[in-house]
């Protein structure tokens, strides 16, 4: 692989790309938009691991649709993690898969959701890791079952960027495409799908061959095929391209060069619809070499880059190790972007309407950051959550809500569940430095924090 620090360039967005403000730059005449104050934004540890974590996904719960996460360590445990109303229930799954080895993050693990088996009613998870790619699937609740999709094990080289999504529109299902890195800087991309016959085999295609990418995306990025979704590949040596599957032309991938630009190369790479005012999706990607977030968007003369965030330090001191978008300000139109990077800072990115603007919004005790996921995690809070995690093993939430005395489950309201918790454990604190129930900090849960709770009930 290449070497940042042997590259003579410094940090530019290359001549022809569009570039927009970053950080905290003013605009003349844009409006005065206020970002979240850094006081508006609570942490708190919905889990603690026995080793480092690598991966955060999603998918909606099938009774209530709120969000199950799911999460994987080092070791190759997958956790599901559901918010029940009042605290979070925690189960290691039976599935496992491979672990992610002794070079962590530097392996680029990845989690992904589709529906790649069309006899399971419910959407799968696809995890790479080491080298292998694996799909879990819950054909009835709570029966949890893994099926090896890609296997390199034995291979020199690297797996990247495994992701699920609808390729083929003629599909059923949905499909997955990743990355085998060869020797010598050079990498396959291949198609994968489960057959329609009953041997239960999976079918691969190479439909990429060119520098090593790091990472992947599916979704709708090219407006001269609208309703269609083309794969995004980002390379470590700084070209992003777009495949497009052409299924009524058997073998043809025809590959598209959205931009380059070595300084900025690509680690993690998404397609969002992050500004509604403006037609089609976006691509937002985390940097590599420097930790920043980028943004691109289909134009008049092709796709215009934006550098909207620089998070500093020189060019391959740190890495934006992971990026999510979602709608965390209800009040904003576009959506959020959230960073975060190898040094355990997590950084938040808006767009007012004329620029945009960021900043570091937390930073982890210890320990770097390697996953980060948005979502409605507590659907009794307004606006969604963050959630981040990383080398120390804790899943954070991250969120706006003004704590209320009295909310000790923490679902913005104070009720029944909260009443339990602080009658439960009713009497002196057996660690005054964690106490939640002990609302006026006197080292004792009694009437007075009774009184407390009663007077937010609601």
């Known amino acids: 692989m290449s070497n940042p620090n042997t590259n003579p360039h410094r940090y530019f967005v290359p001549a022809g790309l569009v570039s927009a403000a970053c950080c905290m730059a003013s605009v003349a005449g844009a409006p005065d938009v206020q970002v979240f104050p850094e006081e508006e934004f609570h942490a ?11 991966l955060l996904g999603a998918r909606p719960h099938e009774q209530t649709g709120a969000p199950e996460l799911f999460a994987v360590d080092g070791d190759g445990t997958v956790l599901r993690l559901v918010f029940s109303g009042s605290s979070w229930n925690i189960e290691t799954l039976a599935a496992s898969v491979e672990p992610v080895g002794p070079t962590g993050m530097a392996s680029r693990p990845t ?3 589709g529906n790649v088996l069309p006899e399971v009613p419910r959407s799968e998870i696809v995890i790479q890791t080491g080298m292998s790619v694996s799909v879990l699937s819950e054909h009835e609740p709570g029966q949890w079952e893994t099926h090896l999709a890609a296997d390199w094990d034995g291979y020199v080289g690297l797996l990247w960027g495994a992701r699920a999504g609808q390729i083929n529109m003629n599909q059923p299902q949905d499909e997955i495409f990743y990355l085998y890195e060869a020797v010598l800087d050079f ?7 489960r057959d329609d016959d009953d041997d239960g085999d999976w079918s691969e295609t190479i439909i990429y061959s060119a520098e090593v ?28 391209y777009e495949v497009t599957p052409t299924p009524e032309k058997a073998g043809e991938w025809p590959k598209r060069l959205l931009w380059d630009d070595f300084d900025n190369s690509g680690w993690r790479v998404l397609i969002e619809n992050v500004l509604p005012h403006q037609p089609g999706n976006e691509i937002v990607y985390a940097t590599r070499y420097r930790n920043g977030i980028l943004l691109s968007h289909e134009g008049e003369t092709g796709h215009e880059m934006q550098s909207i965030y620089d998070g500093g330090g020189e060019l391959g001191s740190s890495q934006m190790s992971d990026v999510a978008v979602g709608d965390i300000d209800p009040s904003n139109a576009a959506l959020e972007i959230v960073g975060v990077d190898s040094s355990g800072g997590v950084h938040l990115v808006q767009f007012d309407g004329a620029e945009w603007n960021g900043r570091p919004i937390w930073q982890a005790s210890s320990g770097g950051l390697f996953a980060v996921l948005i979502d409605d995690f507590v659907p009794t809070c307004p606006g969604k959550e963050i959630l981040v995690t990383g080398e120390s093993g804790e899943i954070t939430m991250l969120s706006t809500h003004e704590p209320v005395p009295g909310d000790l489950t923490h679902d913005c309201r104070v009720g029944v569940s909260d009443l339990l918790l602080l009658l439960d454990t009713w009497g002196p604190c057996n660690d005054p430095n964690h106490c939640p129930a002990d609302l006026n900090d006197d080292g004792t849960v009694d009437v007075f924090d009774l009184l407390i709770l009663l007077n937010n009930w609601g």
């Open 44 to 54: 708190r540890t919905i889990h603690l691991a026995e080793s480092s974590v690598f």
């Open 111 to 113: 989690i992904s959701i």
């Open 187 to 193: 990498s396959n991309g291949l198609y994968l799908f």
């Open 213 to 240: 990418g790091m990472d992947s995306a599916i979704g709708d990025v090219n407006p001269a095929r609208p309703g269609a979704n083309e794969i995004v590949i980002t390379t470590e040596m700084g070209p992003t």
